[in-house]
Structures are given as C-alpha cells and as structure tokens.
C-alpha cells in the first residue's frame, strides 16, 4: 500500500456491495480498503486492529447492528478512533441523532452515488466539515397520511415484483409496518420478520426467504419505476439491496409521497 493513502473499513452485510465497493475504491489512487466486515461482531475488534481512518457502516446488519458497533467501540476505546460514515436505507431523523451521539462523522442515506460517496471519505480523511447531512435537516413534523395495502401492493407490482410470489405478500405486510413503527427497521430480524410472520401463519425465516426472493425476481425484471428508485444501482452485476434496504426504501417513498401530498 502505497504511503499516505486513507485506509478505508468496509462494514455491511450485503456481500455483493461490499464487493462493488472493494471494485471501486482498487480504482481510486488515493483511498485502498484494509478491511470487510459482513456483521458488527466482526466489525469491532478488526476495527480496532487495522486502525483504518474511516469506516463505512451499515446501520442495519445481523448479530450487532451499527449502532451496536459505535457502542462497543466507545466502550473499547481504541488508541484511534476513525472517522465514521453511517450508511443506512431509511433517512429518519433519530436514528441520525443517534449516531452521531455515539461518535459518527457523517450519515448517507441510499441509494447514492458512489462518486459521493469516496468524495466525502476524502473529505472526513482530510478532517473537513461537512455539511449537515440530509436526515439531519431539522423540518417541520408531517403526519404520514395512513396507507392501504392496496396502495402499498400496487407500488411493489410498478416495482417488478409478481403477486403470486409469497414474498409480494409478505413485503407488503412489512412496509406498512414499518410505516407504523419505524424502529423495526433496526430490529429486523427479531422484530418485523416474527411479526409478518405472526400474521401470516409462518415462520420468520420463511418469510426473510420469500422477501429475499421477491427481491431478486424484482432486481432481474428492473423495471422503470425501479430503475427510478434505486437509480444507478440496478445492474445485475451489481450488489442489489438487501431485504432491509428495499423495505426501508420504499417505505420512505411512500413518506415523502405523504408530506407532498
């Protein structure tokens, strides 16, 4: 590695993301990525091992999510601590607080452009101030208009996603729940799929199978109103969103459909 270059940790559970993202920064001359970590137990100690000068981190991961990372790195106190990217698919304000409470830098909603996204590693590697990021904006409290499942379901169909696979259900039964309890976003696992699952007569982990599978068949068709949502990030031969992310997504479009409307 050549000298003065920013050490870069990546830290997300989506695999194939993080590959795309070990592909674009073998790219950049002057960022190299010295670490992946695909959950936060991993994440903490090779962390404080590689001493990287900025991390971008998943909120939203398996065993321990982000914000559990920031908490055990508080408590471990490493000799360095880096600068912290937060990445996450749902652009809500407390868990933008929250963050940056337990020490992060800097929080991107996505999708993004990956061009962004090495600018602001650049700029937190330089010590620059950044400006506010968006789910930090303070705006005026909007009460979200109740949405149906026909609503809901007649978005997922625009998305690609078939009606007679399992997973169409399912993604439904979740987005309006997370539009009712936005926290669940960060307990995914334990909380939304054991709840879909609850309604359903199922099992949580059919239910994260299904969804996951709803997902590709969506990712495979891409159609226009998805191309339009997740913009330059569908390819087939890129990373596509994890069951979280395009919950949380599309949940959020619905959101801000409400405050426009």
Same mark, same amino acid.
């Given at each position: 590695?050549?000298?003065?270059?920013?050490?870069?940790?990546?830290?997300?559970?989506?695999?194939?993301?993080?590959?795309?993202?070990?592909?674009?920064?073998?790219?950049?001359?002057?960022?190299?990525?010295?670490?992946?970590?695909?959950?936060?137990?991993?994440?903490?100690?090779?962390?404080?091992?590689?001493?990287?000068?900025?991390?971008?981190?998943?909120?939203?991961?398996?065993?321990?999510? $982000?914000?559990?990372? /920031?908490?055990? +790195?508080? &408590?471990?106190?490493?000799? !360095?601590?880096?600068?912290?990217?937060?990445?996450? *698919?749902?652009?809500?304000?407390?868990?933008?607080?929250?963050?940056?409470?337990?020490?992060?830098?800097?929080?991107?909603?996505?999708?993004?452009?990956?061009?962004?996204?090495?600018?602001?590693?650049?700029?937190?590697?330089?010590?620059?101030?950044?400006?506010?990021?968006?789910?930090?904006?303070?705006?005026?409290?909007?009460?979200?208009?109740?949405?149906?499942?026909?609503?809901?379901?007649?978005?997922?169909?625009?998305?690609?996603?078939?009606?007679?696979?399992?997973?169409?259900?399912?993604? $439904?039964?979740?987005? /309006?729940?997370? +539009?009712? &309890?936005?926290?669940?976003? !960060?307990?995914?696992?334990?909380?939304?799929?054991? *709840?879909?699952?609850?309604?359903?007569?199922?099992?949580?982990?059919?239910?994260?199978?299904?969804?996951?599978?709803?997902?590709?068949?969506?990712?495979?068709?891409?159609?226009?109103?998805?191309?339009?949502?997740?913009?330059?990030?569908?390819?087939?031969?890129?990373?596509?969103?994890?069951?979280?992310?395009?919950?949380?997504?599309?949940?959020?479009?619905?959101?801000?459909?409400?405050?426009?409307?």
């Amino acid at each position: 590695m050549s000298a003065g270059r920013i050490r870069l940790f990546v830290c997300d559970d989506n695999r194939e993301f993080c590959a795309l993202l070990e592909e674009y920064f073998a790219t950049t001359p002057d960022i190299a990525v010295v670490g992946v970590a695909h959950n936060g137990l991993e994440a903490v100690p090779a962390i404080i091992e590689t001493q990287p000068d900025v991390v971008i981190l998943d909120i939203i991961m398996p065993y321990l999510d $982000g914000i559990g990372v /920031l908490e055990q +790195l508080n &408590q471990a106190k490493p000799k !360095s601590w880096p600068k912290i990217l937060m990445l996450s *698919a749902f652009g809500q304000e407390s868990f933008a607080r929250k963050v940056m409470d337990l020490g992060a830098h800097y929080y991107i909603v996505k999708p993004f452009d990956l061009d962004l996204l090495s600018a602001r590693v650049r700029q937190l590697a330089a010590g620059r101030v950044l400006p506010a990021p968006v789910p930090m904006r303070m705006e005026p409290r909007v009460q979200v208009r109740a949405r149906s499942l026909d609503e809901v379901n007649h978005l997922i169909r625009d998305l690609g996603i078939p009606p007679h696979v399992k997973g169409y259900r399912y993604l $439904g039964d979740a987005i /309006l729940l997370v +539009l009712q &309890q936005p926290d669940l976003l !960060s307990a995914v696992t334990k909380g939304l799929y054991p *709840a879909v699952a609850r309604s359903n007569g199922t099992t949580a982990s059919r239910v994260e199978r299904a969804i996951r599978h709803a997902i590709e068949l969506a990712w495979c068709r891409a159609s226009d109103r998805l191309r339009n949502m997740f913009g330059h990030t569908v390819d087939r031969s890129r990373g596509k969103p994890t069951n979280s992310e395009f919950i949380a997504l599309v949940a959020d479009r619905l959101r801000a459909d409400s405050k426009a409307s």
